[in-house]
Structure formats: C-alpha cells, structure tokens
C-alpha cells in the first residue's frame, strides 16, 4: 500500500494494486477533478460569474462545463463546494431526460385486491408497484400458489382435543386418521412426534414430518401434507430419504388431498 494526498480534498488515502492508478481518494472527488487537473484561479472566478449571471434562471450546465474545460458533475461539485448553489434555482432543460426543471410525478393505481389506491411516486419510485409494504405483502400473499393459500389456516381445533395444527388440510388429514382409527384401519397416530437432523454443515439440517401412523399390522409410516412443493421442502424430502432410507414416507400432495377430501369429506364431521 501507499499513502497518498487527495488533490482534490486533501485527505490522506492509501492506494492498493486495485486502485493504484486513482489520482483521488473517491469517486466524488474524482468528478470534481474533472479532466485530471485543478481548478485554477481563473477557472474557480469564472465559474463564480456564470453562477451569479445566472442567478434567477436556468443554468446551462453543459456550456458551463464546456467553457470550463471540466466535466457536468465536476461543475456541480465545486459550485456546491463554494456555496454559490440555489436550491431553488429551476433546473436546465436535460435534452436526454425530457425534463424542464420540474418534478416528475407518477400517478398509480395499486394492484392489492383489498386496496386500488390511487397513488403517487416521484422519479426515484417509478418502479413501484404497490402503495405501502403492507399492500406489497398482501398482493405477494395473493400471488401464492394456491396449494399454499389452502394450507394457510393454523390455530386450535377443538374436535381434535384442542391441538395446534399448522393448516386445514393437516387437521382434516387428522380427522381422517381418527377415521380409519375407528374403523380399525390404524391403531393410532401422533403430530409432529419427532424431528430428523442432517449430518450436514449447511443449508437444510433437519426435517420434522408431520404425521406418524401405527397401522393394525404392526407397521409404521410417516405422512407428509404437502400442498406446494417448493425447493425447500424437495431438498428437505431428499435429504430425508438419503439419511433415513429405513424409515417409510408417504407424501400427501395436492391431487391425493383433493381427491381424499372429494371421497371422504362428507362422511367426517368438522372438515374444513
């Protein structure tokens, strides 16, 4: 490393193999360098008189710039250094941008079902779509697909001895399996009894099945109520049966459920 004077504000900085041909010690001094070299005199005098000429109207900045030598942004950051900017002061004509000096001003309409709010945003926001975090988190929700959406309704359900499940489609699977229990297909079954660790150092390192049912001829399996199967449940599924090939898993998904819920929902009190 090497220690160097920035030409620009004097600040002592220490130039790497990465950067060993920066002149200053940032990318804002750099612009104010301009073309390589400081302001002069006579260019600092000059650049003074074409503000004030200017004082009540629109700046050229790329004349100024021209007429300087130096570049648009190296302009604005030594007028601003000086303290001889308006902040008032209507902004130059930008030939690129469209813009005469006034605020651009975007009005939507937000796509939240629950909102249609009509909706303002300057030119840092134009590429917001939603009015609010809030409004933005619903309409992701909404977009979810609608496996997910299903499964989303946790809480307690009082049919079933007041026990948590995570979603609807976990406490109906629950009341087929006191179904089958009462017709002595099984002879019981347990919620989340217990959890599978990975001997992995990273990404997914355990998996906790939803259902373990003791069937009437001695065996065991473990159901899993899967709606959506996203990438995270995959690996998690994967890893499951790479590290625990003796245990048995069956998974529930969408079309099983559904078509579960079409035999049997109208038989079992409570489904939701």
């Known amino acids: 490393m090497e220690n160097r004077i920035c030409p620009v504000c004097n600040k002592v900085w220490q130039s790497t193999p990465d950067n060993r041909r920066n002149q200053t010690c940032s990318q804002s001094c750099g612009n104010a360098l301009g073309s390589g070299t400081p302001w002069t005199d006579v260019q600092l ?9 200017h004082e009540n109207g629109k700046i050229p900045i790329n ?3 021209k007429l300087l030598n130096k570049t648009p942004s190296a302009v604005r950051y030594k007028a601003h250094k000086l303290g001889i900017t308006d902040p008032s002061r209507p902004r130059a004509h930008n030939p690129k941008s469209g813009r ?3 605020a651009v001003v975007y009005s939507k309409i937000c796509p939240n079902p629950s909102c249609g709010k009509v909706f303002e945003v300057g030119s840092s926001g134009k590429h917001q779509v939603c009015c609010s975090r809030r409004c933005s988190a619903l309409r992701r929700m909404s977009q979810t697909p609608s496996g997910l959406r299903v499964r989303a309704k946790s809480g307690r359900r009082a049919d079933l001895n007041d026990r948590y499940f995570r979603s609807s489609w ?9 179904f089958l229990r009462f017709h002595g297909v099984i002879q019981g079954w ?5 959890t599978f660790y990975f001997p992995i150092k990273r990404g997914n390192r355990h998996y906790t099945p939803d259902f373990l049912v003791y069937f009437s001829d001695g065996h065991v399996e473990w159901h899993e109520i899967k709606g959506y199967m996203d990438d995270n449940s995959r690996v998690k599924l994967k890893r499951f049966s790479k590290f625990y090939p003796e245990e048995r898993l069956t998974l529930v998904d969408k079309t099983a459920y559904n078509q ?5 929902s109208s038989l079992i009190p409570n489904w939701e």
């Not at 347990?190 to 217990?194: A, F, L, Q, R, S």
């Open 170 to 178: 976990e406490a109906n699977y629950a009341r087929y399996l006191n």
């Open 63 to 65: 004349d100024v710039a």
């Open 260 to 264: 579960l819920s079409k035999d049997v």
């Open 100 to 102: 005469e000096g006034t």
């Open 45 to 53: 005098g000059n650049l003074k008189k074409l503000y004030i000429e």
């Open 190 to 194: 347990e919620y989340e009894p217990k």
